[in-house]
C-alpha cells in the first residue's frame, strides 16, 4: 500500500471518541507500530488478534508467579497485549478487510483474557498470602467486566431498536402524507441529535437543531440534558481532544487491575477502587438510558398519537372463568359440529345404552343397571 504519514494514518485510524487511556498512552504507539505493521501483506487483523491473545496469556503467566518482578512483567505484557488489540481494528480501517468474523473474534478473545488474567493474578496472590479476599476480587473482577460489555450491548442494541421504531414511523406517516398531497419531507430526512453532536463537538444542541429544522432533528437524551445542562459544556471539551465522558469505563477498569495495581504492588486496593467508580459510572449510563426510553415513548405518541388504553382491561378478559363454558356452549351450538344421525353415515355405531338387570330374588325397587356390548356379555 501507499506510504503513510503519521497524521493521515491517526486520521484514518483512530476513533472520533475514546477511552482517555487509549487516547493518551495507547494511539501514540499503537499508530506508530501500524505504519510499520501495515507493510507486510501476510500481517491480517485475525492474526494480531491471535498475538494479541496469547501475549495476553503470557501476561496470565508471570501474574500466577506472584512475585514483585513477575508482576511487572506481566503488566507490561498486559498493555503491549491491549495496543495489538487495538492495532487490530485499526489495521482493518486502514486496509479496509475487516470482516463480521474478525469483530467477533476481537470480543470473545478480550473476554478470555480478561478471564485468565484475574484468575492467574487473585490466585498468584492467593497463594502467596493465603489470603481468601483476593479469591472474592477475582470474581468480582469477572462479573464486573461481564457486567460492563453485556450492559453496554444491550443498551446499544436498545438504542438501535429505537432509532429504527422512530424511523419506520416517520416514513410511513411520510407515505401517508404523499399519497394525500405533495411531501414536503423530502428535502428534510430525520436526523437524531446523537448523531449531530457526534459529527459536531464543537457546537451546541440549540444550534444544531436550528441548522437541520426543529420539526426533522429527534432528540432521545432532552431530559438528561435538561437535568444536568452543565453535562454537555464538559461533554464538548473533553471530545475536542477524542476524550469520551465516559471516564471509568471497561478499558480504564482493566488496566487499573491488570496493570496500575501489580506497578504499585496496591492490587486489593486498586481492584476496589476500580470497581466502585465503574459500578457509578454504569448506574450513570442506565439512568441516562432510561431517561431516553421517556424520550423515546414521548416521541412515539407525537408521531403516532393513539388513545391511551394503560390501565384499562381488554373486553375479552371481564368474561374471567366463564370464557370457557361460553366457548364450549357455542362450540355445541355449531350444526357443523353436532353429530350425525345413523341413517347419515352409515359407519356410524351409537354407544351401547344401559339397560336394566333384574334377579328373582331382587325386589322390583332394587333394580341394578349395568352396561352391556352388542354381543350381550354383561360387564
Not at 459529527?199 to 437541520?212: D, H, K, M
Not at 496496591?266 to 459500578?279: G, H, K, P
Request: charged letters at 25%.
Amino acid at each position: 500500500m501507499a506510504k503513510l504519514s503519521l497524521r493521515a494514518v491517526q486520521k484514518l485510524t483512530c476513533k472520533k471518541r475514546d477511552a482517555w487511556w487509549t487516547v493518551f498512552l495507547v494511539d501514540p504507539v499503537a499508530t506508530r507500530m501500524l505504519l510499520v505493521v501495515a507493510r507486510f501483506r501476510f500481517i491480517t487483523p485475525n492474526r494480531v488478534t491471535w498475538a494479541a491473545l496469547f501475549i495476553g496469556l503470557g501476561s496470565a503467566g508471570f501474574f500466577l508467579k506472584g512475585d514483585q518482578k513477575s508482576l511487572l512483567i506481566g503488566a507490561l505484557l498486559y498493555h503491549l497485549s491491549f495496543i495489538l488489540d487495538c492495532i487490530d481494528g485499526k489495521l482493518a480501517r486502514l486496509k479496509g478487510n475487516g470482516t463480521v468474523f474478525g469483530g467477533w473474534l476481537d470480543y470473545v478473545f478480550d473476554r478470555i483474557r480478561v478471564l485468565f488474567c484475574a484468575l492467574a493474578l487473585m490466585g498468584g496472590q492467593f497463594l502467596r498470602t493465603d489470603d481468601e479476599r483476593f479469591l472474592l476480587a477475582a470474581l468480582g473482577v469477572v462479573f464486573l467486566d461481564m457486567l460492563r460489555y453485556v450492559d453496554a450491548l444491550q443498551v446499544y442494541k436498545m438504542r438501535m431498536s429505537m432509532r429504527t421504531k422512530i424511523e419506520k414511523v416517520t416514513q410511513e406517516r411520510a407515505e401517508a402524507e404523499r399519497a394525500e398531497q405533495a411531501s414536503r419531507a423530502e428535502g428534510s430526512p430525520l436526523v437524531f441529535m446523537e448523531d449531530l453532536l457526534r459529527e459536531n463537538p464543537g457546537s451546541t444542541a440549540e444550534s444544531l437543531r436550528a441548522e437541520a429544522g426543529a420539526a426533522n432533528v429527534v432528540d432521545l437524551h432532552e431530559q438528561f440534558r435538561g437535568q444536568f445542562p452543565w453535562y454537555t459544556r464538559i461533554r464538548r471539551a473533553m471530545l475536542r481532544t477524542r476524550i469520551r465522558p465516559h471516564l471509568i469505563s471497561g478499558i480504564e477498569f482493566q488496566m487499573f487491575i491488570f496493570i496500575v495495581g501489580p506497578l504499585i504492588g496496591r492490587i486489593l486496593w486498586t481492584t476496589a477502587v476500580s470497581a466502585a467508580l465503574l459500578l457509578l459510572f454504569e448506574l450513570v449510563i442506565m439512568y441516562k438510558f432510561w431517561l431516553s426510553t421517556r424520550d423515546f415513548t414521548r416521541v412515539m405518541e407525537e408521531l403516532s398519537p393513539a388513545p391511551a388504553s394503560a390501565g384499562t382491561i381488554a373486553e375479552h378478559l371481564h368474561r374471567g372463568r366463564h370464557r370457557q363454558r361460553r366457548a364450549a356452549q357455542a362450540l355445541l351450538a355449531d350444526e357443523r359440529f353436532q353429530a350425525p344421525e345413523p341413517d347419515d353415515d352409515p359407519g356410524f355405531q351409537p354407544y351401547p345404552q344401559p339397560q336394566p338387570v333384574f334377579t328373582e330374588t331382587m325386589p322390583l325397587r332394587q333394580v341394578r343397571i349395568d352396561w352391556s356390548d352388542q354381543e350381550g356379555h354383561w360387564r
